[in-house]
DNA sequence: ATGAAAGCGCTAACAG
DNA sequence: CTGTTAGCGCTTTCAT
């Protein structure tokens, strides 16, 4: 029972009205009698039909998709941000259109390209680097632009974030405030990831501020619990070992966590370890965790009303720091 | 400096060409000779044109848009699912719309009548219940159906994934083979979930098969971890306490043994347990975790694959159970 | 409250 | 290799 593909123009001679009746009867309701609009609404929901969006958005040349572009999906943090994007846009009838670079810019580029075909009515990107070629193309696009994740450095239009430099810079200066001297950093070195990069700056001026010289700084081949664990053991086998170790995201923190307990150091007692992102399962699973938290859901669900307020017409903030909080679980 | 908008009229007038051509320059390049495709493509970069999806849609009633529709995004399973489909559909030309129906059949519908306004090119939906207007629509939707996740009933069109009840049965009976008489489940209880069900049914079905009468089944009142780690007190409180402890989900169980473990009790010499997911961080977290993994990844890269094959007018499975993999983690 | 005409930007099909 | 014609399905605008 291959489905026949009905028209406006179908519903119309079904019903015995002229196509731009049925139209009305679907957009604005009210501007068609109780009979009529009953009888059409009757039909429509009868054989199924849906008006096409290809039609409709050539006429007003905007669509109502939101594009949004980032790393991957399958990343707690991202997830997040997208969720909250997600609940903030679906009640102003905006659809979700979502690209995945993995953090790489040349994919961002041909995305973003990809992505103008479709006329978005805003789009939303990862972070403030851009290549020059999208940066004209977004500037261009003539809709809300809606950076996220980062603030330290200059927008195209919106910006949504905290600066990862500022937040690790404090995290760092209130631990060695604590006491401690010897620290480590442990992290992945993502090329291109500036945001990584930043955290490990603000760790560094940290580190400077307080007067302290030997920086020990072990990268990881890639983001994964084995790759934690290796520079664990990294860690462990320096012929000085740190009381502290700075991890530039949880996921290293709690990888590290287990290998230092597996090898039978305490955590923190004999070695403390630090995180950043706060995922919810960190507080299950590893209640020593200090840690940076960021509201990721809540700049998902700004950037939806930045955007929404924008259609409108209406204003919105340029720029936006969720701010951070550090999260002690030192003591447990 | 406004963006004008250029169409594929404008830039054949600029380059000297008919619209046809420029059309030709763009999307089948060979059929046009060197010179006028160079001048065209050149004319295009620099003014950033990009054809209007619409348009190209409305010509050929068929999008390049694939269509998802999970219950969230920020969960690791569905999430890493949406990643495999992403890395197995982007390199056909195909961009992803991404809708999220929080696991209630009304949204879920709704979802599904928005989403064939687009015509989409396949649509991907998550389980196997459907309300009955959001089935036939899918019938007429002419386009390939996938649902994911589960394969206990009657697929639209394609389904992919394993069946919880027979993975949990398993689970379950291996378990009390190694000699566990005494066990709860524990679980929260998603209305409309039926996978949530059948993993519980399967573990009622081998515990009657061993002769057990008695079960202790303690449902909590949401997915986190806080709302597991009361469940994880409701059992320690239980006149006798049980030696195993199924869960229906690793967030669940990671949580749940960190509860026990904070009341002293050894995980899993005096009490064990076993989830179900295989998150990537249970194995980091929670060396002492027996559970189910299945190929989620792998469910999203075979479900793009079908569509794939189903868009070249090729044949594809209807049904690919992705199996499953009992993980044992009991002894660290 | 309803209808008719025009056209959005592009490509399929056919010429040349 | 390039151009012409027609029309995809809908909404905007202007009648009635």
Redesign the interface.
């Known amino acids: ?3 026949e ?1 009905y028209t406006i123009v179908d519903i119309a001679r079904i019903t015995g009205v002229s196509p731009m009746t049925v139209s009305r009867a679907i957009n604005r309701p009210e501007l068609v009698s109780d009979k009529t609009r009953d009888e059409i609404l009757r039909v429509v929901r009868q054989k ?1 039909f ?9 006429v007003s ?1 905007r ?1 109502r ?1 939101v594009a949004v572009i980032i790393p ?5 943090a991202n ?2 941000v ?2 909250g994007l ?2 903030g846009l ?1 009640e102003h009838g905006l ?6 670079d993995k953090a790489q810019p040349d994919i961002e580029e041909k995305l973003i ?7 978005p009515a805003a789009i939303v990107l990862t972070g403030l680097d851009h290549s020059e070629t999208a940066r ?2 977004l ?4 809709c809300p632009i809606v950076e996220l994740a980062d603030i330290d450095g200059e927008a195209i239009d919106i910006s949504i974030g905290l600066s990862h430099r500022t937040a690790s810079h404090a995290l760092t200066r209130e631990l060695l405030d604590k006491g401690y001297r010897k620290t480590a950093y442990l992290y992945f070195d993502a090329p291109q990831n500036r945001r990584i990069t930043e955290r490990l700056g603000g760790y560094r001026d940290a580190l400077k501020e307080a007067g302290i010289k030997r920086e020990t700084i072990i990268s990881v081949s890639d983001l ?2 084995s790759a ?1 664990r290796a520079g664990a053991r990294q860690i462990m086998a320096l012929k000085s070992r740190p009381r502290l170790v700075f991890c530039s995201n949880d ?1 290293l923190a ?2 590290a966590s ?1 290998e230092f307990k ?1 090898a039978g150091l305490r955590v923190p007692e004999d070695i403390a370890v630090a995180g950043f992102e706060d995922i ?2 960190a ?5 020593a965790l200090t840690t940076v938290r960021t509201n990721l ?1 809540g700049s998902g669900m700004f950037a939806a009303d930045a955007i929404v307020k924008r259609l409108d017409g209406r204003r919105a903030r340029r720029r936006i720091d969720m701010g951070y909080e550090i999260v002690w679980r030192e003591s447990t």
Chains 1, 2 share one sequence.
């Open positions: 029972m291959a489905h593909k199924g849906v008006l096409n969006n290809a039609a409709r958005m050539l040349d669509s998709v991957r999906i399958n990343n707690p997830a997040d997208f969720q997600s609940d679906e659809s979700l259109l979502l690209g995945m390209m990809d992505v103008l075909g479709w006329r004209m193309a500037r261009n696009a003539n994964s619990v934690a996921l709690i990888s287990q597996r919810e399962l507080s299950a699973v590893h209640p859901y």
